[in-house]
T-cell receptor, first 115, second 109 residues
Framework: KAGVTQTPRYLIKTRGQQVTLSCSPI?????VSWYQQTPGQGLQFLFE???????NKGNFPGRFSGRQFSNSRSEMNVSTLELGDSALYLCASSLTSGRLTDTQYFGPGTRLTVL | GESVGLHLPTLSVQEGDNSIINCAYSNSASDYFIWYKQESGKGPQFIID?????DKRQGQRVTVLLNKTVKHLSLQIAATQPGDSAVYFCAEMRRALTFGSGTRLQVQP
């Protein structure tokens, strides 16, 4: 069974631009969560989508948004990029939402660099 | 606030030795913990999990111990191998995963 895939793997943008990242979950998984990883803040939860609805949201500004499609694929968008948005963006999928012990499986991440 | 953390940023061990990576948490109501391994250029990989109604759980070459009294958990890796070199995170699952800061395990040949 194929794992979580994320595209693109690397992105370079300039301040003020916007970016869209894509995530395809493991087949059969319906929940997709997004995390930001930086050297300073570590791994932080952005949001979770299940059945095309945002279920949970972390403490990030409104410039960060996402959506999920009927096939469970998800995208996240960051508008008006700032230098501090440079990070590894990780997507994780799990079978369902709200079940504590559903393992989250991570993709390889998208490395975003903002110049 | 609620958090998980790790004791040491770096741990260096000799190949073949046992490794112990520690983690502390602050919320006594925490119910479910997971250890992840992250190799360079990859996303976190699930290693083992434990619920608060357990004190110990074993996997292949790995053991997680949970001490609820002092709010501490540890990951033990037996016979550490070069392929175990990575950053190890403990995480708590509530609404979402909350990760500790990570311990980089370096395995010396």
């Amino acid at each position: 069974k194929a794992g979580v895939t994320q595209t693109p793997r690397y992105l370079i943008k300039t301040r003020g631009q916007q970016v869209t990242l894509s995530c395809s979950p493991i087949s059969g998984h319906r929940s997709v969560s997004w995390y930001q990883q930086t050297p300073g803040q570590g791994l932080q939860f952005l949001f979770e989508y299940f059945s095309e609805t945002q279920r949970n949201k972390g403490n990030f500004p409104g410039r960060f948004s996402g959506r999920q499609f009927s096939n469970s694929r998800s995208e996240m968008n960051v508008s008006t990029l700032e230098l501090g948005d440079s990070a590894l963006y990780l997507c994780a999928s799990s079978l369902t939402s709200g079940r504590l012990t559903d393992t989250q499986y991570f993709g390889p991440g998208t490395r975003l660099t903002v110049l | 606030g609620e958090s998980v953390g790790l004791h040491l940023p770096t741990l260096s061990v000799q190949e073949g030795d046992n490794s112990i990576i520690n983690c502390a948490y602050s919320n006594s109501a925490s119910d479910y913990f997971i250890w992840y391994k992250q190799e360079s250029g990859k996303g976190p990989q699930f290693i083992i999990d434990i619920r608060s109604n357990m004190d110990k759980r074993q996997g292949q070459r790995v053991t997680v111990l949970l001490n609820k009294t002092v709010k501490h958990l540890s990951l033990q890796i037996a016979a550490t191998q070069p392929g175990d070199s990575a950053v190890y995170f403990c995480a708590e699952m509530r609404r979402a995963l909350t990760f500790g800061s990570g311990t980089r395990l370096q395995v010396q040949p």
